[in-house]
Structures are given as C-alpha cells and as structure tokens.
C-alpha cells in the first residue's frame, strides 16, 4: 500500500510540474513576465525604405539601377518605383519583392530633365531620389 502512495504521489507531482511548464499559466512569485517580442524584435519600429541610384544623370531610355534597404518589412514585400508626374505620384512598371531586407530595381526612363523617384511598398515610403536624364 505504501508503494501505490508513493507512485501516485510521483505521478501526480510530474502532472502538476509538466502543466506548469506546457501551460505556461503559473508564474513564480517575484520572477517578471518577459515583454511580449522578447525574442529580440522592435515592436515599436516602423517600417523603412531607404532609396539611392546609381547613376546621377543618363540618357533617355539607358538602364540604371534604384536600389536599397528594406527595414522592418517581411522579405518577399513588394516594392514598387513612383515617379512624380506633375503633382501625383505615379507607379511605374519597376517592382519586385524584397530579399534579405533589400531590393535592387532595373530602371529605364524617357521623360527628359530631372525625374524624382521614390520607392513604396510594406507601409514604407522611401526618400525621394533625383536622376536627370538627358
């Protein structure tokens, strides 16, 4: 009899100590709750583009590249280059998802004089970049 107490005592220790660590319900007194996105990650940063190209001046119609980072945006994001055509912004055909937190876009423009670009895409807008094209 002693023998079944003490198995059933055991038993139910290993009930009781393997519910508070799967559960997650019980804390130990004085011992803080860790922050929610303590795993490292900022719950408070918003998301960026940042924006450079790689040629200040070009040639209508000659490739160059707009190209930057992506921080706080999920890869595989898509991103999409605008173009300032009198007052509105204007997407132009030049997207692609992110990768790593970065983006690299191949563009080709014809309007002739200074073109500002921008990139947009996972809640973020880039800074404006300025390429002439002759």
Known sequence: MDRFRRASAAALLTAVVLAGAVGGATASPGVPA?????????LTA???LSAHATARSVG?????RVHGSARHIRPGTLVT?????????????????????EYSLRVKLGI????SLRIVGGG?????????VG
């Not at 209508?60 to 160059?64: N, V």
């Not at 002739?112 to 073109?115: I, P, R, S």
């Open 34 to 42: 860790p922050p929610s996105g303590a795993s490292g990650e900022d």
């Open 46 to 48: 918003l998301p960026a």
């Open 60 to 64: 209508a119609w000659e490739e160059f």
């Open 81 to 101: 280059l605008q173009q300032k055509q009198g007052e509105r912004w204007v997407s132009l055909p030049a997207k692609m998802t992110t990768s790593s937190g």
């Open 112 to 115: 002739k004089g200074e073109n």
């Open 124 to 132: 973020a807008v880039s800074p404006v970049v300025r390429t002439i």
